[in-house]
């Protein structure tokens, strides 16, 4: 079964300082990635996917992912948060054959001033 | 148009009510899906239709009755329901079979349950 895992509940950085928010996945066969971010009472907006080719994936906003096959990994980066960054995020695997997605169970991200 | 639209945006019923929750997209996906999402937890699956059938149903208590009329549109129907059922319902879509496609959500209905 697909599964991701995000090991930590919170992250706090200050504004303009580098931010990673950490996935950990589990899958048979090729690994089909994804980060969501949710605002407030918002939807999901799709930051970025890996699918295949290179292990650093530039996604919206100024994020960007990398895939580690050896760790199991797909952290999200982002070189310098910003306040409005704050939000939940999601780490997700897409299950092909059954046309889910599974979600890991969110990082809360603060950026303070 | 790279859009899903919901409807109503905020919902509250009473236990013996009756409602609906109505989803919908133009971009041609033949996957839909609802989701249903607690405060600061992860969406949670209820249904998959594939081509306007229902694929996939996550044992969601029969007070939640999925319909997909058509392509691009996937409904909710809801009938005494309980409190606990209060939450935000997010619909989503995309292309099917296609492994690296991402999903499209909606902006999602919040339902309180009185």
């Known amino acids: 079964a697909q599964s991701v895992a995000q090991p930590e509940d919170q992250v706090n950085v200050a504004e303009g300082n580098p931010l990673t928010v950490k996935c950990t996945y589990s899958?048979?066969?090729?690994?089909?990635l994804f980060w969501y971010v949710q605002y407030p009472n918002r939807g999901l907006q799709f930051l970025l996917k890996?699918?295949?080719?290179?292990?650093l994936v530039k996604g919206s906003y100024g994020f960007e992912a990398e895939f580690n096959k050896s760790q199991t990994s797909f952290h999200l980066k982002k070189p310098s948060a910003l306040v409005s960054d704050s939000a939940l995020y999601f780490c997700a695997v897409r299950d092909w054959m059954r046309d889910d997605m599974r979600f890991g169970a969110g990082t809360r991200l603060t950026v303070k001033p | 148009d790279t859009e899903v639209t919901q409807t109503p945006k905020h919902l509250v019923m009473g236990m013996t009510n009756k409602k609906s929750l109505k989803c919908e997209q133009h971009?041609?996906?033949?996957?839909m899906y609802w989701y249903k999402q607690k405060a600061k937890k992860p969406p949670e699956l209820m249904f998959v239709?594939?081509?306007?059938?229902?694929?996939i149903n996550e044992s969601v208590p029969s007070r939640f009755s999925p319909e997909c009329p058509n392509s691009s549109l996937l409904n909710l129907h809801l009938h005494a329901l309980q409190p606990e059922d209060s939450a935000l319902y997010l619909c989503?879509?995309?292309?099917?079979?296609?492994?690296?496609?991402?999903?499209?959500f909606g902006p999602g209905t919040r339902l309180t349950v009185t």
């Open positions: 899958v048979s066969g090729n690994p089909y």
């Open positions: 971009m041609g996906h033949r996957a």
């Open positions: 890996y699918i295949t080719g290179d292990n």
């Open positions: 239709y594939s081509y306007e059938k229902l694929s």
């Open positions: 989503a879509s995309s292309p099917l079979r296609v492994g690296g496609s991402k999903q499209y």
